[in-house]
């Protein structure tokens, strides 16, 4: 049995995850609940996956590293080896996480960014889809699906209403 790949991420309605400028302000003041799901998807991985943007992001905008108990890999063709809390990882991030998939462990987050997710729709990697909604219209940014994609059949497993946020979550329809 192969481990899943869950993408856990905030949106615009109009379906960007950051402004042109990497800017996710509009993001972090939206009135949510609680954690907004957060926790809950936590607990179902080992396993985060990102571009070296989005670490270069999370390391400049937290004071403490987020995932320290999780085994975090970040895509990069600027850094090799580890650092205290993941592992540099150069080349074909497809042929590393479909191997990656195969090993033991539980579900794998991809974190971001849209280049990598890019990549797991072109193979159809991605298994699990939690989608969050803010109430904004950015107009321009960085868009969470690329054009040209493949077709995907999704079951909705489930919404929630979190504040003003609604959240969807997909399973990804696989044909056997």
Not at 114 to 119: N, Q
Request: proline fraction near 3%; glycine fraction near 8%; aromatic fraction near 12%.
């Amino acid at each position: 049995m192969s481990r899943e790949i869950v993408v856990f991420i905030g949106i615009s309605l109009d379906g960007f995850i950051a402004k042109e400028n990497d800017d996710l302000q509009w993001l972090e003041e939206t009135e949510g609940e609680g954690d907004n799901g957060y926790a809950d998807m936590y607990q179902t991985i080992d396993t985060i996956i990102m571009g070296k943007r989005t670490y270069d992001y999370v390391k400049e905008h937290l004071d403490t590293f987020p995932y320290p108990d999780k085994k975090c890999y970040v895509f990069t063709k600027s850094q090799t080896g580890k650092d205290e809390h993941v592992e540099f990882v150069q080349g074909d991030v497809v042929a590393f996480t479909k191997k990656l998939k195969q090993q033991s462990g539980a579900k794998i987050w991809m974190v971001g960014g849209a280049h990598i997710l890019d990549a797991f729709l072109q193979e159809q990697l991605v298994d699990e889809w939690i989608i969050t909604i803010t109430p904004h219209l950015i107009g321009a940014g960085i868009p969470l699906f690329k054009q040209p994609r493949p077709f995907e059949d999704l079951k909705l497993l489930e919404t929630k209403r979190y504040g003003q946020m609604v959240q969807m979550h997909y399973q990804v329809r696989k044909e056997e």
